[in-house]
């Protein structure tokens, strides 16, 4: 990134559109409160919700560093040793994102509260308590970690390991060697996985309500269910979109202007495996822990439930199968939409830095720091007034869920670009191609593996999102995730098993795609 | 270079990202049963309904039936419905809100969305179930009760209110939910009522007499049912459901204590849009969801408390309307949520 040059108009074009898109959610807070944002945020900002704030970035630094603690060993675990069985592992520890937090944080409850499925099975008198902030941490820690580590392995894969030999033959060890050599290239991936995840912290409502932690998205909930309080309820909005730059001016510090591709020439030599000989006992139980806390836990209540519910009688299959191909259309549009939208964000702040592209890379972030329901509700406020031919169709969901959830893709495609050399694609204009034909053929090609990482978790995430869903979806459009929660908020657990099975597996899908592709790539 | 530049994509990948980019582009648009929203001239009807399918599917088939007529339904929280329809304002697609709390509907009225409804609807729920300025009716009730296994109780030793739980012989022996929504609202309740010094000191009372956490209503009464606990506060329906379920011999009974809120009513409330094109059809609507094959399958279905005059309860409801002590006269007003969860956790309850 030594030469920084104007991009072109066509890019900057795609890059402004998309940011336009994904401030409508922070234009429609602030229409809200018209004017009067100074008075609205003083009134917000109380000492009370002062302190929620504080408590809820107090739990979004604690989930995103627990969340890189799990994730930068199961990452270096299986992609960088001879970890036994580490295609494997790497599945098995990226699934639980399948899991959408509110299903996670319910079965924790089942399992793990108060007269739950463990007392029970125990016969004790009462277990430390999983509500505020010790389950919200462990619930949310262990269904984001795989935020960071989706990124850290594309990442970890794609080092040079030239740079290790040459820092092992001048005589560092192994702790060193990473230290000084690895983690230096690392710091894009996990300063981009864990904004997400901050952000994502932030932004959670389903768990933090059911895991009754206080959080600053409750305090927003309950001004306008109790109070229908619209004004209240968009400046503490207002706040989120705040926090968001805060987190992300954080997050690009961290990553600021490191060279992390290669400038030699040739083909990436694929790196020898470090040999875990005696330590590969204790890596295998840490992958194994990690698995089972954070995946077979809750499916083994899932699976349970859906034992029982069979027998009682519940979502029947061809009908679950109907509503996956509703989950799965609507998750595939805006994994489209997003990957498309998150590369023009993404070649625009990587490889034209200015200004306004970081502008563009700040204000697409602005959707994922609220909760879903103030994106549908912004949604409804504008395509009801703007485009009303567009209101209660699935495009206009697909385009809210890519609002949502863009930042998941934009950050590993920024990483994989930040990984490409711009000599590349100088090179490839040195021999006639045009800009547009050098982005097709050189620069998506290269930054592939990003793009469908980026695609994968936007398409995970609109699987499993609900109060957007619910609101923005046609009419009589059911996916997987509205009818678990139709079922689990009559209390049918049983009948709501299937469904999330369901999702579970088709959620698993580009999980298995990312990581059988893994082993191809270079 | 030319490895670099010719480097196959994953097939399938590209494919899928490739159609479904070109079937959002192109807004694949399913077809809703009842016609295009918002749209006149065509037939069906529009519902937003803050309750799920199960707890309105028949009521909404049998008007179907009879009127010849669909019903589109768009299912979601009844707050963000709420909030869905103050932002749609004028523009909204529904004809009808069926509203699951209290709080919700009586803002949409306030934010004049609510069209009056005909004198003989009114007429059809007593005056202590609907909106006095008539903008709304309660279809179902869903009372807060005390609920004892009647194996470890008798009926002559329970308080006559809620109150009366955190006397010395109940330590240990009682059941509540604090993190639900129910308890939230009873809790807002006697605010309203008692005042906030009379309300934490019975909270905290609660707390101190050993009070056992539960996460939902549900888990209360299988506790109850189990022995572990003697009583608890919960929902009437939650009991009445498990009678209707493991019969006559399921050992939990319901108690509506005559004091201290011990059996208020909360409503399940439907009102029409002013903005819908179709009122007539909606008011029909209301209509049918009043009358006493629909109030039937909401009783039988979810054992909630029929509202209309004339409706017959669920005989596992073993307490009939009006038997139940008119605890408040007066609507409960539920705006004071937040408030409620302060005090709530000033308390220590959360």
Partial sequence: ?522 | MKELLRQRRHPLAVATLTAALALSGCGFDTESSGGGPGEPGTDGITLYSGRIPAAIGGAVDRYEAAADRDVSVRYADTADLAATLVEEGDASPADAFFAQEPGAIGAVADAGLLTRLSADILAMVPARYRDPRGRWVGVTGRARVIAYNREAVRRAELPPSPFGLTAPEWRGRVGWAPASDSMQEYVTALRGRYGDERTREWLEAMIANDAVDFPDNVAIRDAIARGEIDAGLINHYYVAQAIAAEGEDYPVEVYFAPEGLGSLMLLTSVGVLDSSERKAEALEFVRSLLEAPSQEFFTTSSKEYPLARGAEPDPSLRVPLAEIPNVSGELVELEQLQATIELMQEAGAL
């Fill in chain 1, 1 to 522: 990134m030594t030469a920084t040059r104007p991009a072109p108009p066509w890019l900057t074009a795609a890059g402004l559109l998309v940011a336009a898109a994904a401030v409508l959610p922070a234009a429609y807070l602030f229409f809200v409160v018209a004017g009067d944002l100074g008075d609205a945020l003083a009134d917000a900002l109380t000492s009370r919700t002062a302190g929620i704030l504080a408590r809820t970035l107090g739990l979004a630094a604690a989930v995103t560093a627990t969340a890189v603690a799990i994730a930068l060993p199961v990452g270096w675990l299986t992609v960088r040793t001879d970890l036994p069985g580490r295609r494997v592992w790497a599945v098995l520890c990226t699934l639980p994102l399948v899991i959408p937090s509110y299903v996670g944080a319910y079965l924790f409850v089942a399992a793990l509260g108060p007269n739950g499925m463990l007392q029970d099975a125990l016969g004790v008198e009462r277990l430390p308590s999983i509500y505020g902030f010790g389950g919200a941490w462990l619930v949310l820690s262990l269904f984001t970690y795989p935020l960071v580590l989706l990124p850290l392995r594309g990442a970890l894969r794609r080092i040079d390991p030239q740079l290790e030999d040459a820092a092992r033959a001048m005589g560092r060890g192994p702790l060193a060697v990473f230290r000084t050599v690895v983690m230096p290239q690392l710091w894009p991936v996990l300063a981009a996985g864990g904004l997400l995840v901050a952000l994502y912290v932030v932004s959670d409502f389903g768990a933090v309500s059911l895991l009754r932690f206080d959080s600053f998205t409750r305090e927003i909930y309950v001004a306008y269910k109790s109070s229908f309080d619209r004004t209240a309820a968009a400046s503490l909005g207002a706040v989120l979109v705040l926090v968001m730059f805060g987190l992300l001016l954080l997050s690009s510090r961290l990553r600021s202007a490191k060279v992390v591709h290669r400038l030699g020439p040739g083909a990436l030599r694929p790196a020898r495996p470090y040999r875990l000989g005696r330590w590969r006992w204790p890596a295998l139980a840490f992958c194994a822990v990690v698995v089972s806390v954070a995946f077979l836990l809750p499916v083994a209540v899932l699976l349970y439930w859906a034992s029982e519910g069979i027998s009682t009688g519940s979502t029947s299959l061809s009908r679950a199968a109907a509503l996956g191909g509703n989950s799965f259309l609507v998750s595939a549009g805006a994994a489209a939409l997003g990957a498309v939208a998150a590369l023009a964000v993404a070649a625009l702040a990587v490889r034209h830095p200015s200004r306004l592209s970081g502008l563009v890379e700040r204000a697409s972030h602005a959707g994922y720091a609220l909760p879903g329901i103030l994106v549908a509700l912004a949604l409804v406020f504008f395509a009801t007034r703007l485009a009303p031919p567009l209101y209660q169709t699935t495009s206009l969901l697909v385009i809210g869920l890519t609002i949502h959830y863009l930042p998941l893709a934009i950050g590993p495609i920024a990483a994989a670009l930040l990984q490409v050399s711009p000599r590349i694609e100088e090179a490839a204009r040195g021999l006639g191609r045009s800009r547009a034909d050098v982005f097709r053929t050189v620069t998506a090609p290269l930054a592939r593996g990003g793009v469908l990482a980026g695609a994968a978790l936007v398409f995970l995430h609109a699987m499993k999102e609900l109060p957007a869903t619910l609101i923005l979806a046609p009419l009589g459009f059911e996916t997987l995730a509205t009818d678990i929660w139709t079922q689990t908020s009559f209390g049918f657990y049983e009948a709501s098993a299937i469904p999330a099975l369901l999702l579970l597996a088709v959620a698993a899908i580009p999980v298995f795609l990312l990581s059988e592709r893994g082993a191809a790539v270079p």
